[in-house]
């Protein structure tokens, strides 16, 4: 099983550009979500999927859209990239939607630069 | 505002010393509290994790302490070695609005030294 992938590795785009990150997880997990990690600030949660067919905005939405194309797999979206968008962005997944102890196995990220 | 407060930012110990972080939460309505270790350039991954319902949790040389009337919990790493050297987050979750989600603290950036 490779868990979760993602893609790129890195990224750099100019300001105004668009991307989509694209992340896929072979576990036959339920839920999948984004987070952006910044010096300090943690992971913060941008879009979830808690099952297929369904997503909902986290802590930090703004400037993102994301689609849960199936059950595999779930994209996020730059339409057009700013500056403050320069993070390391992680994919993650569980198993189940309700079950807080079931473990988020993260993706490698994708470090993203924004000029 | 931010939920988990994680302190301290950073952390160096000396091989073989202890090695605490600590963490503190607002929201009761908290119910699992997970540790992440993070490798430079790798995603997190699950180290260990405590209900409120006992107060320590151990495995190996990591041990988590609850203390629910605080509203805290600290990860303790015994004989820390410089292969633990890593970004350690706390986080906590609780099943609230549509889903199942983890809110993390800030991250400590721990260093063993020899």
């Known amino acids: 099983n490779a868990g979760v992938t993602q893609t790129p590795k890195f990224q750099v785009l100019k300001t105004g550009q668009s991307m989509t990150l694209q992340c896929a997880q072979d576990m036959n997990h339920n839920s999948m979500y984004w987070y952006r990690q910044d010096p300090g600030m943690g992971l913060r949660l941008i879009y979830y999927?808690?099952?297929?067919?369904?997503?909902d905005k986290g802590e930090v939405p703004n400037g993102y859209n994301v689609s849960r194309l199936n059950k595999r797999e779930f994209s996020l979206r730059l339409e057009s990239a700013a500056p403050s968008q320069t993070s390391v962005y992680f994919c993650a997944s569980k198993e189940r939607w309700f079950e807080a102890t079931d473990t988020q196995y993260f993706g490698p990220g994708t470090r993203l630069t924004v000029l | 505002q931010q939920q988990v407060k994680q302190s301290p930012q950073s952390l160096i110990v000396q091989k073989g010393g202890i090695s605490i972080i600590n963490c503190a939460y607002e929201?009761?309505?908290?119910?699992?509290f997970p540790w992440y270790q993070q490798f430079p350039g790798k995603g997190p991954a699950l180290l260990i994790a405590i209900r409120p319902d006992v107060s320590e949790k151990k495995e190996g040389r990591f041990t988590i302490s609850f203390n629910k009337s605080a509203k805290q919990f600290s990860l303790h790493i015994m004989d820390s070695q410089p292969g633990d050297s890593a970004t350690y987050f706390c986080?906590?979750?609780?099943?609230?609005?549509?889903?199942?989600?983890?809110?993390f603290g800030t991250g400590t950036r721990l260093q063993v030294t020899l």
């Open positions: 986080a906590a979750s609780g099943n609230t609005g549509t889903a199942s989600k983890l809110t």
């Open positions: 929201n009761t309505a908290f119910d699992y």
């Open positions: 999927s808690a099952s297929e067919g369904t997503t």
